[in-house]
């Protein structure tokens, strides 16, 4: 379907981008990128092996010398620039993204391209304001002082849920930081890393400053997190996988951030406006067709309001327009793979047996049938130890649960391994005040849930992870604190000598 985004034609020198320029992967494997919402072929590439990891490091060790020694306003306008060529892109970015995941082209054109737009130009400022917090005189005798510095070659992994947004939230905030990146994206998604590395270049970001590896998680991404010249790993994706980069990681040293899988709780309170709060759980659970880390996935109802708001949510969740992600008038595309649909679809069919599905729970039929489509689906009481509530599906289900007192619902929404975000639905301001301190997440909303923003940081509590992605707080992740300290007082034998020779 190469009228929808000619992949084939702009990625023919191969899906690998080292040192400014797109090249053939040498692995000797090659993959297939499909349309989800079709079923046919986009782009057949290939991957990644050791020897292509090697050459990207090799090309962001180069590049490191120069870029990290340029001024804060040298990068600030090199973002600057970059955030001028994504928007000159944008349509080819969102047809793009659109084409390798399914998103309908309302929300690649309304979120995903825009958020990275904005992404780029918040880096673009921030660059000039990395700061070390002290400088004085603190012992008496010595001036201190604080320098914050890059790292070195960051090796990044990403996943295929939103592959532009992560792909831009890795590399930003650690090139605005003065490191240079390499970053592999998952296989079934490399189109649009792709796009926005050549877009670095476009800008005048030096070669090697952003690589792109597109290869397995075992060969290239391990090879990557292991590497000895990479200095951090940051990675995106399951809980699973990211217990495994710890331990490659870890073997060598390195400097590690992990963003991992959630599953959100949605605690709706009995004074809450039940009309919102039903809106805000189908938009929250459906966003991206729900594969989305902090995705509305469990709904906490509280006694009084637990009927109607479970007929509403169905209810509402039967007006979604599922279709094809390139025709006006979609709501919800398909799922990335056939391979995730199936794997949503035995969650749903499993819970048959032990809760009540209020509707969806099926493939559309028809001529949907082709894609990897999952019609919007609604779990009522599933017991809260049963996996729809405790393991992230990753699709576009929402599992409803009623409680009673406050206490139960709080507790309730902290009851799975996860803690990545939550939301809270009351119009009482101590309930609302309660809920922001007592649920542990690395992000609550009150009254909303999904939306983020560039200056406020994304990351995980629990076993969605650590660190932070987006705002000034990626800069921590991304830049290492060096204490410089000037002896002021030009003694030869200084007091604390004594302690090694001498009495005084
Ligand atoms: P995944 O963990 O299967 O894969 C993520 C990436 O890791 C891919 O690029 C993959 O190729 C790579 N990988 C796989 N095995 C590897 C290995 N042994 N060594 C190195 N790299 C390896 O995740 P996915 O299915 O692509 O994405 C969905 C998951 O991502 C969900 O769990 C979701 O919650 C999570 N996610 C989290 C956030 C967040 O901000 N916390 C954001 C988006 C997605």
Redesign the pocket.
């Known amino acids: 379907m190469q009228d929808r985004f000619p992949a084939q034609e702009r990625f023919s020198d191969g899906a690998q981008y080292i040192a400014g320029r797109l090249t053939k992967g040498t692995s000797g494997v090659t993959h297939t990128v499909v349309d989800p919402a079709t079923g046919e072929d986009v782009l057949t590439y290939e991957l990644a092996g050791a020897d292509d990891v090697d050459a990207a490091v090799a090309a962001a060790r180069a590049a490191f010398a120069g870029w990290s020694a340029a001024t804060p306003g040298e990068r600030s306008d090199a973002l600057h620039r970059f955030a001028a060529v994504l928007a000159g892109h944008a349509e080819d970015l969102a047809r793009a993204e659109s084409l390798q995941c399914g998103k309908p082209l309302k929300l690649t054109r309304e979120f995903d391209v825009p958020g990275t737009i904005d992404n780029t130009s918040f880096f673009a400022g921030a660059a000039r304001h990395l700061a070390g917090q002290s400088a004085g005189e603190y012992s008496g005798d010595h001036t201190s002082y604080v320098r914050r510095e890059p790292i070195g070659v960051v090796g990044s992994?990403?996943?295929?849920?939103?592959p532009l947004q992560?792909a831009a939230w890795k590399i930003l905030p650690a090139i605005a930081a003065g490191n240079t990146i390499v970053l592999?994206?998952?296989?079934l998604t490399p189109l649009t890393s792709l796009l926005f590395a050549q877009a670095a270049t476009e800008a005048g970001i030096p070669d090697g400053v952003v690589n792109i590896v597109t290869g397995?998680?075992?060969a290239a991404?391990?090879r990557?997190?292991g590497h000895p010249d990479v200095a951090m790993t940051s990675?995106?994706?399951?809980?699973?996988?990211?217990k495994?980069?710890a331990e490659?990681a870890t073997a060598t040293v390195k400097r590690l951030h992990l963003?991992?899988?959630?599953k959100a709780p949605l605690l709706v309170f009995d004074d809450a406006d039940l009309e919102a709060a039903a809106n805000g759980a189908v938009a929250g659970a459906l966003i991206n067709t729900g594969?989305?880390?902090?995705a509305a996935t469990r709904a906490y109802v509280q006694r009084p309001l637990y009927e109607a708001f479970v007929a509403r949510t169905a209810a509402l969740m039967e007006t979604v327009r599922v279709g094809d992600p390139f025709a006006p008038g979609t709501d919800l595309g398909p799922l990335v793979s056939h391979v995730q649909r199936d794997r949503v679809a035995s969650f749903v069919d499993r819970a048959r047996g032990y809760a009540r599905v209020v509707t969806g729970g099926e493939a559309p039929r028809g001529e949907l049938e082709k894609g990897a489509y999952y019609l919007p689906t609604l779990i009522a009481d599933a017991a809260q130890d049963s996996e729809v509530v405790q393991s992230?599906i990753?699709g576009p289900v929402l599992v409803v649960l009623p409680f009673d007192g406050d206490d139960e619902g709080v507790a309730l929404a902290n009851d799975t391994p996860y803690g990545?975000a939550a939301s809270a639905w009351t119009r009482d301001v101590f309930r609302a005040n309660r809920a922001t301190r007592e649920i542990k997440a690395g992000c609550v909303w009150i009254n909303d849930h999904i939306p983020i923003i560039s200056e406020m940081p994304?990351?995980?509590y629990k076993a969605?992870?650590f660190g932070k992605?987006m705002s000034v707080y990626s800069f921590d992740e991304y830049t290492q604190v060096k204490h410089v300290m000037f002896d002021n007082t030009a003694v030869a034998r200084k007091p604390w000598h004594r302690t090694v020779f001498g009495d005084s």
């Open positions: 992994i990403a996943p295929w849920n939103y992560m592999k994206p998952a296989e397995t998680g075992r991404g391990e990557l997190v990675f995106t994706g399951s809980t699973a996988v990211g495994r980069v490659v963003e991992l899988g959630g594969q989305d880390c902090t992230e990753f990545l994304h990351g995980g969605s992870g992605d």
